[in-house]
């Protein structure tokens, strides 16, 4: 009877534990009956009928992330480079995770990786590295539109590493040496062009600077000049008119007359005295005295008349 009656107690449990399902927070449960989908059980307690009902399928419905392994990818510049990334998924809807695919995870790794590759192919060995956003933005929507019919949604995908050959990155390194010093030379050059043109402006303002003083010497010799020219002038004139008034008193013209053939007997004998050829006889140099006899004579014929 004991044994019967465990017997029972068991049976019932049993039953007990195929009538009830109990679904945690983080899963779906897909149900089947009979071999046929019914339904897709949410986190909480659910009845089945024991022995047509069966749970088929359990799904995780937080965010997974999957390890896409390292590949081999050619650039479009036909650089080999290895790349690795990690592509993060959600199921959606547990009936076509379960009915629309085999395994999501791994036909989406596949799927990450061969788009991966693709979405490389186009790019250039430095728009890898520069591009890594856009790439990343790319493969998800790629992945997403083709994982579509299998219930998940793919949420993101990060680029994690990119590794380029051996040889490849001793290419890199003599570029990036090459480049730097491309660099030094240009900022040397400027440099050296920075100074050329300073000290030519520095050369430039010279020449300037002596030009404006030569133009302001000359200006100042021209005024002088000109000072000097005014004040002759105005002394000329004075004497000029001194000697227009002498002239209108009595006697004046005879002392005008005086003074003009005075200045000519020594302009003449100055010219006789530093003549090397002498023309007329040089008592003829004293001709003072005879132009007064003859001026004495000439006033004694006027006054004999």
């Known amino acids: 009877m004991l044994a019967i009656f465990t017997f029972i107690i068991l049976g019932l449990l049993f039953v007990a534990l195929k009538l009830v399902l109990i679904v945690p927070m983080r ?45 081999s990818c050619i650039s479009r510049d036909n650089v080999q480079i290895e790349v690795d990334g990690l592509v993060y998924i959600q199921v959606m809807d547990g009936a076509k995770a379960s009915y629309g695919i085999e395994d999501y995870r791994r036909a989406s790794v596949n799927l990450a990786q061969t788009t991966m590759r693709s979405e490389i192919g186009k790019l250039k060995l430095g728009q890898t590295f520069s591009e890594r956003d856009t790439l990343n933005e790319t493969i998800v929507r790629e992945i997403d539109k083709a994982s579509d019919p299998w219930g998940i949604k793919v949420l993101r995908y990060e680029v994690r590493n990119i590794t380029p050959s051996i040889n490849v990155i001793h290419t890199l390194e003599k570029q990036m040496e090459a480049e730097r010093q491309k660099r030094a030379e240009i900022t040397l ?29 000359q200006i100042n010799e021209a005024q002088g000049r000109a000072r000097e020219i005014t004040i002759l002038a105005d002394a000329t004139a004075a004497g000029i008119n001194m000697i227009a008034e002498a002239a209108t008193k009595p006697s004046g013209e005879k002392a005008i007359q005086l003074r003009l053939l005075s200045q000519f007997i020594q302009q003449v004998g ?25 001026d004495k004579v000439t006033q004694t014929v006027q006054g004999g008349k």
């Not at 989908?37 to 047509?52: D, E, S, W």
């Not at 799904?59 to 392994?69: F, T």
């Not at 400027?190 to 600077?209: F, V």
């Not at 010219?271 to 005879?290: H, M, N, Q, R």
């Open 189 to 217: 050059a400027e440099a050296e062009k920075e100074s050329t043109i300073n000290l030519s402006e520095g050369h430039r303002q010279e020449a300037i600077n002596l030009s404006e003083g030569d133009k302001q010497r």
């Open 27 to 71: 899963e779906v449960c897909v149900v089947e009956r009979l071999g046929k989908f019914r339904a897709v059980m949410k986190p909480g307690l659910h009845l089945l009928i024991p022995f047509f009902d069966r749970v088929a399928y359990r799904h995780e419905v937080r965010e997974q992330v999957l390890d896409i392994p390292a590949q």
């Open 270 to 294: 100055g010219i006789l005295k530093t003549a090397d050829v002498s023309v007329l006889p040089i008592e003829l140099a004293k001709l003072e005295g005879f132009f007064e006899g003859m």
